[in-house]
C-alpha cells in the first residue's frame, strides 16, 4: 500500500498568511507515461463531508478559490493557501489515486493564530 | 444540483450486518463509477469500495473483502453496500462518493454525501 505522510499534523496561521501543508508519499504517484501525479487535496470543514479542491496535484476544482494552490512531483507535494480566510478552518487531507487501495493522509488541522 | 444522501446506518453488534443505501440526483448516475468510502470517529478518511457505472467491476480495500459488497441499481438511482460479519473497527461514518469521469481504474472523489454512521458495538 502507498503510505501518505502529511505534515505537520496542525497549523495555526494568522489571517492573510500563507498556509503550507506537506504530504509525502510512500513510493512515487507520477505516471511516467502521461507525466501526471494521481494526488488530490480535500477540505473538511466540522460536520461537513470533504470536499474536493486539488487533483492532478496542481489542478483546481471548479468553484475553489484561487488562493488554494497545489505543487510538487513524485512523492512530495505541498497545498498552499496564499492569503488564509476564516472560512479556511477546517482540516485538509491528500489523497493517492495511483493504486489500489487509494489511500490518504492522516489530515492537518489548519487554525488561525 | 449534485446530491448524494445515504442512509442506512445505525447500532449493530459485532458479526451483525447492515445495508447501506445512497439515493443519487442531479446528475446522469449510470454514467458515472462510485465509491463509499468511510471515516473512523475523529480520525482520517479510508477508500472502502469502487464499482464501475454498469456494476461489472468492483473493487475492495482488503479489510473488507469478503465481508462487503458494494452495488448499484442504475434504475434507482442508488448505490449499495452490503456489510456483514461486522467488527468494532468498522465504526465509521460511511460516505457516498462520485468518481469524476473517466476516472474509474484511478479515482478522486468530486461529490460527496453527507454520510451516515455506522457503530458496531455489544
Known amino acids: 500500500d502507498i503510505v501518505m505522510t502529511q505534515s505537520p499534523d496542525s497549523l495555526a496561521v494568522s489571517l492573510g498568511e500563507r498556509a503550507t501543508v506537506n504530504c509525502k508519499s510512500s513510493?512515487?504517484?507520477?505516471?511516467?507515461?502521461?507525466?501526471?501525479?494521481?494526488l488530490a487535496w480535500y477540505q473538511q470543514k466540522p460536520g461537513q463531508p470533504p470536499k474536493l479542491l486539488i487533483y492532478?496535484?496542481?489542478t483546481r476544482e471548479s468553484g475553489v478559490p484561487d488562493r488554494f494552490s497545489g505543487s510538487g512531483s513524485g512523492t512530495d507535494f505541498t497545498l498552499t493557501i496564499s492569503s488564509l480566510q476564516a472560512e479556511d478552518v477546517a482540516v485538509y487531507f491528500c489523497q493517492q489515486y495511483y493504486g489500489i487501495p487509494y489511500t490518504f493522509g492522516q489530515g492537518t488541522k489548519l487554525e488561525i493564530k | 444540483e449534485v446530491q448524494l444522501v445515504e442512509s442506512g446506518g445505525g447500532l449493530v453488534q459485532p458479526g451483525g450486518s447492515l445495508r447501506l443505501s445512497c439515493a443519487a440526483s442531479?446528475?446522469?448516475?449510470?454514467?458515472?463509477?462510485m465509491s463509499w468510502v468511510r471515516q473512523a470517529p475523529g480520525k482520517g478518511l479510508e477508500w472502502v469500495a469502487n464499482?464501475?457505472?454498469?456494476?461489472?467491476?468492483?473493487y475492495y480495500v482488503d479489510s473488507v473483502k469478503g465481508r462487503f459488497t458494494i452495488s448499484r441499481d442504475n434504475a434507482k438511482n442508488s448505490l449499495y453496500l452490503q456489510m456483514n460479519n461486522l467488527r468494532a473497527e468498522d465504526t465509521a461514518v460511511y460516505y457516498c462518493?462520485?468518481?469524476?469521469?473517466?476516472?474509474?481504474?484511478?479515482?478522486?472523489?468530486?461529490?460527496w454525501g453527507q454520510g451516515t454512521l455506522v457503530t458496531v458495538s455489544s
Open positions: 462518493a462520485r468518481v469524476p469521469p473517466s476516472r474509474g481504474w484511478n479515482p478522486y472523489f468530486d461529490c
Open positions: 442531479g446528475f446522469t448516475f449510470s454514467s458515472y463509477w
Open positions: 513510493q512515487s504517484v507520477l505516471d511516467s507515461s502521461n507525466n501526471k501525479n494521481y
Open positions: 464499482i464501475k457505472h454498469d456494476g461489472s467491476e468492483k
Open positions: 492532478w496535484a496542481s
